[in-house]
């Protein structure tokens, strides 16, 4: 939620086009400039244009995927020329004249496909550069300089707003405005810790005005001593860091990596982020590639706090839509943020007014051992013999952190030479911390809707859900969503003493409906198979979902945020594969009503079996914070795990040394 001060305005670049142009390649600089360029022409810039979002307008997925079936993966001969890829097309939404506008712009004939102005609920995403104009209004803002020095903080150039989207309640008409609230720094780098509290100002986006202005209640500003995180600041200095090294075993060629049996393409988008894209697994039995995954991202983050007050009930934001978890990527330094051999990417994005923007050393790519064991045996009943087994694990990684404003988001996408696909996030960052005359918990006579993580200062319950879209292509493209239920049987035979097993009823979901999944409700095991393709033994062809942490949401669902949010009411949805349904939240989630959801589109209850399916996955953390969160907190992880479920003939890494 504020500007990436790291990131770099590319004026220049070297034109490091890939020889091999892949169709999910996100925008180029060069490409992004021709939108831009594009765009003005159209909209005047006496219109106020500002970019909101631009990215790339994926081809069909029939045509990538053709394309993709005739370009040669590096493995097992590479052969010569790759087919050129589909017409390369950029989508594009703008704010002009207070009317959100979306474009189609095509890249190769360099021209306008198509033009709307969008009548509907909601906004874009922010930019970077409203917020940063918007957090500055107050600077100036005479009621506000009265309120600090009400407070005895004299010193304007310590100030350091931050600027909040802040949903919808149910009003008819809303204008796209955010909530101001500011902090004083003075004495520290970790301003969230120090929240100047009871005042707030509402800025209208579109008028870069302060429209509302709301003082309501002083309480003590949080000292700033013990807030500090830098090692260079810190006495005594932090440990040395364990050495890594070894050597890569991956190929990068633009975006596509391949790695052991792995070929996958990596992506990036200014709001979902990392793009995995056409994961594919080179099984040496069947000697070909078999595909796994042809799309996983994060399709919207969704952190409501649980502050009912004036100043905090509204908190309820969605990172992707409103704020965006690519743009808001921090570069990634080698030896701390990944290892010393990683290899980096470069990301860039749509600045406000359309120019390219880099982010330097957005992803960077590893192989990962840590100690692990891949599979092993011994074996000690055969008579003077002891065999022991053992094959260590290596993995590779992707990685990018997304830093919205005060948390810092680490993804990691995991390979493993088994064939399994991980997830796994790391939540890292400063706390949403409040301030409050509190000292200590004897003093509290009511619910302080957090917990007093340091002298004045409340770190506040929230939770996190991460929604994943992962359009499975198992073994192809047609697949289907298939439930193991578990059910106990009771033994009716006394011939025998137990009195009761478990056994597997599996369960095939035929529509929409069926494939909605509360996690922990029941048991279950969730697979994506391909029902059109069976094992020699006859088992079909599949991948399951190992979920990892699950944190239902315990609004009702008639409140507002989560008539917005009701993409969490279920754990797990699978939906027909449908271009135009990717951000679960909605296009336009800024102050969003909850109409585009992905709660809305599974109300048509289409087929999903033997069809090309999305599945939805969620993975909640619930967040009481507690005091070794503070002032920095240490990375909070959980992941879910794809993994091959009769997709290979038997173990496929029973060969490696
Ligand atoms: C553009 O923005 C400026 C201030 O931000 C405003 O004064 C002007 O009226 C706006 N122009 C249009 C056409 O909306
Ligand atoms: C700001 O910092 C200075 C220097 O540490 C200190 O003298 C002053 O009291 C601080 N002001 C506030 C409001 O904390
Ligand atoms: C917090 O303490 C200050 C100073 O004692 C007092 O002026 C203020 O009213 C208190 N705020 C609340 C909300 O109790
Ligand atoms: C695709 O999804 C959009 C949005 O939900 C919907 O309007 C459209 O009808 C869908 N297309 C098909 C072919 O189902
Ligand atoms: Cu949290």
Not at 196 to 220: L, P, Q
Not at 382 to 398: A, D, G, M
Not at 563 to 588: C, H, M, Q
Request: net charge neutral; with cysteine.
């Amino acid at each position: 939620m504020k500007v990436t001060l790291l990131s770099i305005v590319v004026l220049f670049w070297s034109f490091a086009e890939c020889s091999n142009p892949h169709p999910l390649d996100p925008l180029t600089p060069s490409e992004i400039n021709l939108v831009q360029t594009i765009v003005q022409k159209a909209y005047p810039t006496s219109h106020n244009l500002t970019f909101n979002y631009v990215g790339l307008d994926e081809p069909d997925k029939l045509k990538v995927l053709s394309w993709d079936s005739s370009n040669p993966k590096p493995e097992p001969k590479p052969k010569p020329k790759p087919p050129p890829p589909p017409p390369r097309r950029a989508f594009v939404m703008v704010r002009s004249q207070k009317q959100s506008h979306e474009i189609t712009v095509d890249l190769s004939k360099r021209s306008i496909v198509s033009t709307k102005v969008y009548q509907g609920n909601g906004y874009p995403p922010l930019t970077a550069g409203e917020i940063e104009e918007a957090t500055q209004l107050p600077l100036n803002h005479e009621p506000f300089k009265e309120s600090l020095r009400k407070r005895g903080l004299n010193d304007v150039s310590q100030v350091q707003c931050v600027a909040f989207t802040l949903g919808w309640y149910g009003e008819a008409k809303t204008r796209r405005i955010v909530k101001i609230k500011c902090h004083y720094r003075n004495g520290t780098v970790n301003f969230y810790a120090r929240p100047v509290e009871g005042v707030e100002m509402v800025v209208d986006i579109d008028d870069m005005k302060i429209v509302g202005y709301n003082d309501r209640y002083v309480v003590a500003l949080p000292k700033a001593e013990g807030t500090e995180y830098r090692a260079s600041k810190l006495k005594p200095p932090s440990a040395p860091k364990p050495k890594q090294d070894h050597g890569p075993g991956f190929t990068i060629d633009g975006h596509s990596v391949s790695w052991d049996s792995w070929d996958f393409h990596v992506g990036y988008d200014s709001r979902a982020g990392p793009i995995i894209s056409l994961a594919s697994y080179y099984d040496v039995q069947r000697k070909k590639h078999r595909t796994v995954l042809y799309k996983g991202f994060i399709s919207e983050l969704f952190v409501p706090y649980q502050d009912p007050t004036e100043e905090w009930y509204y908190k309820t934001f969605f990172d992707g839509g409103e704020y965006g978890l690519g743009r808001f990527m921090s570069p990634l330094k080698a030896s701390t943020d990944c290892p010393s051999d990683a290899s980096f990417i470069n990301a860039y994005y749509a600045s406000s007014d359309g120019t390219p923007v880099e982010i330097p050393n957005a992803f960077c790519i590893f192989e990962k051992y840590a100690g692990g064991i891949m599979w092993r045996h011994t074996e000690a009943a055969i008579p003077n013999e002891l065999i022991t087994e053992t094959r260590s694990e290596k993995t590779l990684v992707v990685r990018t952190v997304s830093t919205v404003a005060n948390y810092d988001y680490i993804t990691d996408w995991e390979f493993t030479p088994s064939g399994s696909i991980k997830s796994v996030v790391g939540l890292t960052g400063i706390l949403a911390l409040k301030a409050t005359n509190y000292t200590n918990t004897e003093e509290i006579k009511k619910d302080i809707y957090g917990t007093l993580v340091a002298d004045n200062t409340i770190g506040v319950n929230h939770d996190h859900f991460f929604t994943y879209s992962l359009d499975f292509d198992v073994d192809g493209v047609a697949n289907s969503f298939v439930k193991y239920n578990f059910e106990t049987v009771r033994v009716k035979d006394r011939s025998i003493p137990r009195k009761s097993y478990w056994t597997v009823v599996s369960e095939t979901a035929k529509t929409e409906a069926d494939a909605r999944i509360n996690l922990g409700s029941k048991p279950t095991e969730l697979l994506v198979v391909n029902p059109n393709k069976k094992t020699k033994q006859g088992n079909k062809i599949g991948y399951r979902l190992i979920p990892g942490p699950m944190a239902h949401p315990l609004l009702v669902g008639d409140d507002f945020p989560q008539i917005r949010g009701a993409f969490t009411d279920y754990d797990v949805w699978v939906t027909p594969y449908n271009k135009s349904e990717k951000w679960v939240a909605g296009l336009y989630v800024d102050r969003s009503r909850g109409d585009d959801t992905l709660a809305v589109w599974s109300r048509r209850n289409r087929r999903i079996e033997n069809r090309d399916i999305v599945m939805w996955y969620t993975m909640g953390f619930r967040h009481v914070p507690c005091q070794e969160e503070f002032p920095i907190m240490p990375t909070l992880s959980g992941g879910f795990e794809l993994r091959p479920t009769n997709f290979f003939e038997r173990n496929p890494i029973l060969e490696t040394k």
